[in-house]
């Protein structure tokens, strides 16, 4: 029903900035939280950032203040700026979505690999 498609990684040097994006489409579907996970070589998947319907953000501890999710309704896509990265910022970034539709769903993007050089 849902497919989420990421673009905007790369490979940039410490301190510098990129600006990912994931595009939801499909049908029978409406977002509640959607944002983005990583993960990095030789470690577990952890959250990045969450963004709900309301608008309600949420960051882990290790990039705030250098990270900024957003949405675009009109095109369902959301966003995420990110500053000032840093090399341990390496890793595959996903994009997830949940929704309820008598139940809940989880799906996830084929991920963007993000490379921050020293």
């Known amino acids: 029903q849902v497919q989420l498609v990421e673009s905007g990684g790369g490979l940039v040097q410490a301190g510098g900035s990129l600006r990912l994006s994931c595009a939801a489409s499909?049908?029978?579907?409406?977002?509640?939280?959607i944002g983005w996970y990583r993960r990095a070589p030789g470690k577990q998947r952890e959250l990045v950032a969450t963004?709900?319907?309301?608008?309600?953000?949420n960051y882990a501890d290790s990039v705030k203040g250098r990270v900024t999710i957003s949405r675009d309704n009109a095109k369902n896509t959301v966003y995420l700026q990110m500053n000032n990265l840093k090399p341990e910022d390496t890793a595959v970034y996903y994009c997830n979505l949940n929704y309820y539709k008598g139940t809940w769903y989880t799906y996830w993007g084929q991920g963007t690999q993000v490379t921050v050089s020293s």
């Open positions: 499909g049908s029978g579907f409406t977002i509640d939280t």
């Open positions: 963004i709900t319907s309301a608008a309600r953000t």
